[in-house]
């Protein structure tokens, strides 16, 4: 795709959207990892709906590593894969507190040290707390990158690279979340709603429905 195209398309993106964020509800860096952790293989719904309690009852890494495992499972068990999760959170928590105060570090080699969090999570949090020009490539933006032409590539670090050098540095910091969000609710899996999609006349898909 050429980067004419390219900046047209994060054009009307930001057009239609100036200020994107995550759907997750979160009120402190360290929740939002929690949820980050938890919305893998998960909706944001889903994930939004079970830390209400659990934030409620234990905001704060400090308080997420008391409650242990086990409780932990008692506010998660909604959500997929949930007994993982509860072990990767309940383990997360207490190197937080133990080595960083409790805080969520800005820094990729120490996020990516702490159990449940990957590439992808570590990009969110140094995108969305940090605001760092990074882009987490989930399956949402992975489709889209491939679909459309915008970033084809056979995994998710080629996606990730490929989307890197290719969006204009002044669309990057909120790239992420045009992507995630366009591919949530218009390029979708199954059957994407390509007679309302705003960048429709730009994509290359070949198999587009207007």
Same mark, same amino acid.
């Given at each position: @795709? $050429?980067?004419?195209?390219?900046? /047209? *398309?994060?054009?009307?993106?930001?057009?239609?959207?100036?200020?994107?964020?995550?759907?997750?509800?979160?009120?402190?860096?360290?929740?939002?990892?929690?949820?980050?952790?938890?919305?893998?293989?998960?909706?944001?719904?889903?994930?939004?709906?079970?830390?209400?309690?659990?934030? !409620?009852?234990?905001?704060?890494?400090?308080? *997420?590593?008391?409650?242990? #495992?086990?409780?932990?499972?008692?506010?998660?068990?909604?959500?997929?894969?949930?007994?993982?999760?509860?072990?990767? +959170?309940?383990? @997360?928590?207490?190197?937080?507190?133990?080595?960083?105060?409790?805080?969520?570090?800005?820094? !990729?080699?120490?996020?990516?040290?702490?159990?449940?969090?990957?590439?992808?999570?570590?990009?969110?949090?140094?995108?969305? +707390?940090?605001?760092?020009?990074?882009?987490?490539?989930?399956?949402?933006?992975?489709?889209? $990158?491939?679909?459309?032409?915008? /970033?084809?590539?056979?995994?998710?670090?080629?996606?990730? #690279?490929?989307?890197? !050098?290719?969006?204009?540095?002044?669309?990057?910091?909120?790239?992420?979340?045009? =992507? *995630?969000?366009?591919?949530?609710?218009?390029?979708? /899996?199954?059957?994407? #709603?390509?007679?309302?999609?705003?960048?429709?006349? =730009?994509?290359?898909?070949?198999?587009?429905?207007?």
């Amino acid at each position: @795709m $050429s980067p004419k195209k390219i900046r /047209a *398309i994060f054009e009307r993106l930001c057009k239609a959207c100036p200020e994107p964020t995550t759907e997750l509800e979160y009120a402190t860096p360290f929740q939002l990892l929690v949820a980050v952790i938890l919305s893998a293989q998960a909706t944001d719904k889903g994930v939004n709906l079970a830390t209400r309690a659990l934030f !409620r009852d234990a905001p704060t890494a400090k308080k *997420i590593a008391a409650l242990g #495992e086990e409780k932990l499972k008692d506010y998660i068990n909604t959500i997929g894969l949930y007994p993982t999760k509860a072990k990767n +959170i309940a383990a @997360m928590a207490k190197i937080l507190v133990l080595r960083h105060g409790g805080e969520v570090p800005h820094d !990729r080699a120490a996020l990516e040290e702490l159990p449940g969090v990957g590439r992808k999570t570590a990009n969110v949090i140094l995108n969305t +707390i940090f605001h760092e020009p990074v882009i987490a490539v989930d399956t949402h933006i992975f489709r889209l $990158s491939n679909r459309t032409g915008l /970033a084809p590539g056979r995994d998710v670090k080629a996606v990730e #690279e490929k989307l890197t !050098r290719a969006i204009p540095k002044d669309f990057r910091l909120h790239a992420h979340h045009w =992507l *995630i969000l366009h591919g949530r609710y218009v390029c979708k /899996a199954r059957k994407p #709603e390509c007679h309302r999609c705003l960048i429709h006349d =730009l994509c290359e898909f070949p198999e587009k429905n207007v």
